[in-house]
């Protein structure tokens, strides 16, 4: 098992180049920079199987039409699958129409802020309920995607299957420890964004990466093997 204390990045410097990172390349998305729990999770849910410029209007019609939580609680399934339509896995809408009804019956019509209130809701796991926890109340949870895991498994030099119990433990674990106390939402968009632009599946330009005199696949010429699934 890696020992983080081995590695140099236990003070802020590695988050600090993240976020300079972030705040010089990231995408204009109206999602981004907004505290609204139920945009925040809209945009989640419709990004889980869609690619980010496929979902986008998508996501811009959704939220024209049911811009609250309330309202979507209100609409019928067959309009929330109307403005779904195209977007397919249509159990996501229908756990949306769910889980409006949860938050208006349960919370009051408030999104709930508590991780473990989150989990309760249909169709949201733990990704997503970091997500909205991180990003819309800036609590102190590890966001882990697909992105996340391979700038992990890159910087670290991690061989262990990402798909396996052991690897996504120890993905997790690294996740959690370099996330910084102060401010974790915006750290955790810049390492997922950093994922989606920079640190990319296939050949992604090393050259030019604010991480590489740190990652551990470019000094073993192993980024286009890393990650490593079964």
């Not at 890159?154 to 990402?162: C, E, Q, S």
Request: proline share 6%; net charge neutral; glycine share 6%.
């Amino acid at each position: 098992m890696l020992e983080f204390s081995k590695f140099p990045y236990k003070n802020d410097f590695f988050q600090k180049i993240l976020v300079k990172w972030y705040e010089q390349n990231k995408r204009d998305l109206p999602w981004r920079d907004i505290t609204d729990p139920y945009k925040i999770w809209i945009s989640e849910i419709i990004l889980q199987q869609t690619r980010v410029n496929q979902g986008l209007n998508y996501y811009l019609r959704f939220i024209n039409r049911f811009p609250t939580v309330e309202i979507l609680a209100n609409a019928s399934e067959d309009e929330v699958l109307k403005y779904w339509q195209g977007l397919g896995y249509y159990s996501r809408a229908r756990n949306l129409h769910k889980t409006a009804h949860q938050i208006r019956t349960d919370f009051q019509g408030v999104f709930p802020s508590d991780f473990s209130k989150l989990l309760q809701l249909s169709g949201i796991g733990e990704y997503t309920a970091a997500a909205i926890a991180s990003f819309a109340f800036n609590q102190f949870h590890a966001v882990v995607d697909g992105n996340v895991y391979r700038v992990i498994s890159r910087l670290f030099g991690i061989d262990t299957p990402i798909d396996s119990g052991i690897g996504k433990k120890q993905i997790a674990l690294l996740a959690k420890q370099l996330l910084p106390e102060i401010d974790p939402g915006i750290y955790n968009q810049a390492i997922m964004e950093f994922g989606a632009l920079q640190c990319v599946p296939v050949s992604p330009d090393c050259m030019v990466c604010p991480l590489q005199p740190y990652c551990k696949a470019y000094a073993s010429d192993l980024v286009n093997i890393l990650p490593i699934k079964n």
